[in-house]
């Protein structure tokens, strides 16, 4: 179908790409082109340009649902009671339908603009109050990735705060195969030597530290306390791996005296979905709060002094330490830790512990009527998962269960792992039996859990989780914490080198279909197929689209895909026999995850410098290359730039890399400029993570969930990421094979529906948008970077700078001020300090990108004010911004209206968006650090 017929069935043009056919005209009239093609051959340089277009056709929305649907019914869904961290669990249908399908909680950002983002960061404190009560440490993050990489994360930074100076960490044999790979996988290039034995076997002088899975994979409970003790003595750290529904029921970590505790939420209503996404959890003892992972919700102020919520310690983050960094987490679970949130609010400290009772008593009765019929049972005591000696009738038993409907775990050759979960009853129990030969009642439910492992503590005892547990209730909270906050569903979230693009509906519906969402990550293959279909035909869209031969979906954000593409250089160097390949040539405007992975990832980094015009500097970078010779493993590089403008010389880039061995690592960020245009593995790129997150619209949740999987060219293919449960050459670097694998449909209905033409289209218009903006805001803004032409990519970046001398006005203020506006900032001081950097999307239609624009001439209007003294040099629009509505009732004694202070161009009068509180003061946040609910009196007063 051409792209200029545009009728209802058109997706790409009716639905995904905002701007119509004559606003196009219109744009382009302004930008000073005839066509999209003449802009688009002013803009992308004819060297890179991909000879053929992608060739496959679009489809109309029904006709994915039934696609959807059809893959979903290959999928074979049983109950599963495999375990090993995961568990099935019932999602409220009123968290599902307010908080998993709700564009106001999905197509939120990260919540850097704390104004903006008061709803999702109490959502998000109130996770962090859970875990902390819950695991009995006082600090906890706002979410990791996945157990597994927690259990790395904990590993590295008991490296670094331990006082022991042992070159050794001890890993429990018991604990889950998943997180013994990935511990494995990020220790081999830190040269941490991992001793994996029973606890037993422990000796704490030769460690800096030890990780404990509780209960174990086998379902074994055991008093860490005497081991955790013992490393303390030698100066070493405890962590212990948990489960926080165990802990309702179970002595908790902090009693036992632990350092670290991490896991996984995933049963605190969140879909078993093929492996994710599930939010880990991260906690720790008050000592090592500023050296832990990820984002961190903490308490301050506004201006006027009333409470509000802000990422906290953010200069711990990667992006400001770069090689320096002791993680390169970038993207977490926000959306599934606001989800596990909800789920104790809605169930309560004593909700919980009835479910925990309810699965620990199941569990109990199994595991009696197995051994009153001889069945040798381990453990003695168990929470919810028991392991089955059955010798030579393990493959039978196994297929007697599956023929009733039931997975179990094979362990080895002659055990079975069986987990009881939320949903397990009475029928389930007594098929199980009879899969056993067993033709029995259940006996009556009972608790055993020894008196030295019984929790003593409470739990959960903030205000907020003893709420009235009405539905009624509970959807007014939900939706007054949506309502302070600003995502795509109510404006354009112009964020540089984000791209914030439509999350289509239709994209969204089937991540819930039961056949997609109650799949095992460790389901037999043949359970899969809907999956193995899906993901398979994805992948070779993907190589079709990249230019690549091979893609590995595991690893479940973009940060994760650098690091995974870099392992897969490293064993690809390893294989030839050039372990000694260690240098990784990164330029100055690269990413802050780049060089974080590098380093992650054992390699040296060496930063090139950038040219003036923010190019790479290829004299330098010759230079480097040559200096670095037979040790250069890789360089990084970002196309088009982090500058928003296409480099002329990225093959010569590539050519020069080559010449010296080294292997072209091509971040992924920038494919919105490229889909269609240009293939990274045509202009020589070995290798490049993609932000499903963002080129292929999976929508990023406040915070995660993100998806970077990684495509290479063929002689790297037999390198990448391997999983215990599929093999590989290398490592894992996600809990699952296939990582956040339900988040996979988003991706491939949005490719299957564009279609080769539509995702082309998209970026042509992504490039259109920007060089739109760009030319209105030509004369008031400075561009900061253009490439040939004078044109930029998808993305621009205006200067702010020149404001703080002629005003007082810095970049903070005009972010603030367009909250005002009702818009969420472009990206902040990134990668130029003092600038914004502004990526509108195909998916904005022109009123919407008009509106930003009258909103950007309003502020420099403003500005101009200030600058002729007509404006107060102090008291202004611009340094008081965001002006709330309370702001209205209050005194007025600023020297400007009200009317000028909250309701500027750009800001609708009906349906405005008004900010939750002032400007928030960061610095005395981190001055008074508080990471969990505010005290109960606070809570009170506030309610009043």
């Known amino acids: 179908m051409p792209l200029t017929d545009y009728d209802t069935y058109d997706f790409a043009n009716r639905r995904h790409i905002g701007p119509s056919p004559d606003e196009m005209d219109e744009m382009l009239k302004v930008v000073g082109c005839d066509t999209l093609d003449a802009l688009i051959d002013e803009t992308v340089p004819k060297s890179i340009r991909q000879a053929d277009p992608l060739p496959w056709p679009q489809m109309t929305e029904h006709a994915i649902l039934n696609r959807m649907r059809d893959l979903a019914a290959k999928n074979r869904v049983t109950v599963s009671m495999i375990g090993q961290g995961y568990s099935d669990t019932v999602t409220p249908p009123a968290i599902q339908r307010n908080i998993l399908e709700n564009p106001a909680w999905y197509t939120a950002y990260t919540p850097y603009q704390p104004e903006i983002a008061q709803g999702r960061l109490?959502?998000?404190?109130?996770?962090?109050?859970?875990?902390s009560d819950l695991t009995g440490l006082p600090v906890a993050n706002a979410s990791l990735l996945d157990e597994a990489t927690a259990c790395a994360e904990a590993m590295v930074m008991a490296q670094r705060v331990a006082k022991s100076k042992a070159g050794a960490f001890f890993v429990d044999v018991r604990c889950h195969p998943q997180n013994i790979a990935v511990m494995r996988t990020r220790a081999e290039p830190l040269g941490i030597e991992l001793i994996v034995d029973e606890v037993d076997a422990l000796d704490a002088d030769a460690v800096f530290g030890a990780i404990f899975q509780y209960p174990d994979t086998y379902g074994g409970l055991r008093d860490l306390t005497p081991q955790i003790e013992a490393l303390h003595g030698t100066g070493a750290l405890g962590i212990v791996a948990t489960d926080l529904l165990a802990l309702c029921l179970l002595k908790e970590p902090g009693a036992m005296g632990a350092d670290i505790a991490v896991g996984s939420a995933q049963r605190f209503g969140v879909?078993?979905?093929?492996?994710?996404?599930?939010?880990?959890?991260?906690?720790?003892?008050?000592?090592?709060?500023?050296?832990?992972?990820?984002?961190?919700?903490?308490?301050?102020?506004?201006?006027?002094?009333?409470?509000?919520?802000?990422?906290?310690?953010?200069?711990?983050?990667?992006?400001?330490?770069?090689e320096k960094a002791t993680s390169n987490v970038c993207t977490a679970q926000a959306l599934l830790a606001v989800m596990a949130s909800f789920y104790a609010v809605f169930h309560g400290p004593k909700g919980l512990h009835h479910i925990a009772t309810h699965v620990h008593s199941h569990a109990v009765a199994l595991r009696d009527a197995l051994k009153g019929a001889g069945f040798a049972v381990e453990p003695?005591?168990?929470?919810?998962?028991?392991?089955?000696?059955?010798?030579?009738?393990?493959?039978?038993?196994?297929?007697?269960?599956?023929?009733?409907?039931?997975?179990?775990?094979?362990?080895?050759?002659?055990?079975?792992?069986?987990?009881?979960?939320?949903?397990t009853d009475a029928d389930v129990l007594t098929r199980l039996l009879r899969a056993f030969g067993i033709e029995a009642q259940v006996a009556a439910m009972r608790t055993d859990i020894p008196d030295a492992l019984k929790r003593q503590s409470d739990y959960l005892t903030h205000p907020i989780f003893h709420m009235n547990r009405a539905e009624a209730e509970m959807m007014r909270y939900m939706r007054r914490l949506a309502d302070r906050d600003l995502a795509l569903d109510r404006s354009m979230i112009p964020l540089g080198s984000c791209t914030m693009k439509l999350n289509a509906a239709v994209e969204m519906m089937p991540v819930t279909f039961p056949e997609f969402g109650r799949l095992h990550p460790f389901a037999p293959v043949e359970d899969a197929e809907g999956y193995a279909e899906m993901i398979g035909e994805l992948s070779d869209r993907l190589c079709v689209i990249t230019g690549y031969d091979a893609m590995s979906m595991q690893p479940n954000s973009g940060a994760q895909g650098e690091y995974a593409g870099l392992l897969t250089i490293a064993a690809y160097h390893r294989a030839n026999g050039q372990e000694n390949r260690r240098v990784c040539l990164i330029p100055t405007s690269a990413h802050g995850t780049n060089p974080a992975s590098a380093q992650m990832a054992g390699m040296k980094v060496v930063i090139v410098k950038a040219a003036d015009n923010g190019d790479v500097d290829l004299d330098d970078f010759r230079t480097k290359a040559e200096a670095a010779g037979d040790d250069l493993a890789a360089c990084m590089i970002t196309y088009p730039s982090t500058h928003g403008v296409f480099e002329d010389t990225v093959r010569e880039v590539c050519e020069i890399t080559h010449r010296h061995g080294g292997q072209v690592y091509l971040d992924g960020a920038n494919l919105n400029?490229?889909?269609?245009?240009?293939?990274?593995?045509?202009?020589?790129?070995?290798?490049?993570?993609?932000?499903?997150?963002?080129?292929?619209?999976?929508?990023?949740?406040?915070?995660g969930p993100g998806m970077g999987p990684i495509g290479v060219k063929a002689h790297l293919a037999p390198y990448l990421p391997g999983h215990p449960e599929?093999?590989?050459?290398?490592?894992?670097?996600?809990?699952a094979p296939y990582g956040s694998a339900s988040i996979l449909p988003i991706s491939y209905a949005y490719v299957m529906m564009m279609g080769g033409s539509g995702l082309t289209q998209a970026t042509r218009v992504a490039i259109l948008s920007a060089n739109y903006i760009a030319k209105r805001l030509e004369g008031a803004f400075d561009v900061l970077f253009t490439g040939q032409n004078g044109r930029v990519a998808h993305e621009c970046i205006l200067d702010t700078r020149p404001f703080a001398d002629s005003a007082g006005v810095t970049v903070d203020d005009v972010a603030k001020r367009l909250i005002d506006n009702g818009f969420h900032a472009p990206t902040m001081s990134w990668p130029v300090a003092g600038t914004l950097m502004v990526e509108p999307t195909e998916s904005e239609p022109k009123p919407e990108l008009d509106r930003f624009i009258a909103a950007m001439l309003a502020i420099r209007e403003e500005i101009r004010q200030v600058e002729s003294g007509d404006a107060d040099r102090e008291d202004n629009p611009l340094r008081n911004a965001p002006h709330t509505m309370e702001d209205l009732v209050r005194d007025w004694t600023h020297p400007y209206s009200r009317e000028a202070a909250c309701f500027p161009p750009g800001a609708f009068r009906v349906d405005k968006y008004w900010p939750p509180v002032n400007r928030v003061d960061n610095v005395a946040g981190d001055r008074n650090l508080i990471c969990t609910c505010p005290p109960v009196e606070e809570y009170l007063e506030a309610a009043e």
Request: aromatic share 6%; proline share 4%; net charge positive.
């Open 271 to 322: 879909p078993l979905g093929y492996g994710g996404p599930h939010a880990a959890f991260f906690a720790c003892a008050d000592a090592y709060k500023r050296s832990m992972p990820g984002r961190l919700v903490g308490v301050s102020v506004d201006s006027h002094g009333n409470k509000a919520y802000r990422l906290a310690l953010q200069t711990r983050e990667q992006h400001i330490r770069r």
């Open 122 to 131: 109490e959502a998000l404190l109130n996770f962090q109050t859970m875990v």
């Open 380 to 423: 003695d005591h168990v929470f919810d998962t028991l392991t089955v000696n059955v010798g030579a009738m393990q493959g039978v038993i196994w297929r007697s269960a599956r023929a009733e409907g039931i997975t179990l775990r094979r362990l080895g050759h002659d055990r079975i792992g069986i987990a009881c979960d939320e949903l």
């Open 726 to 735: 599929t093999g590989g050459e290398t490592g894992p670097v996600s809990a």
């Open 673 to 703: 400029a490229l889909v269609g245009l240009a293939k990274p593995g045509e202009i020589g790129a070995d290798v490049s993570h993609l932000n499903l997150h963002k080129t292929f619209c999976i929508p990023h949740g406040g915070g």
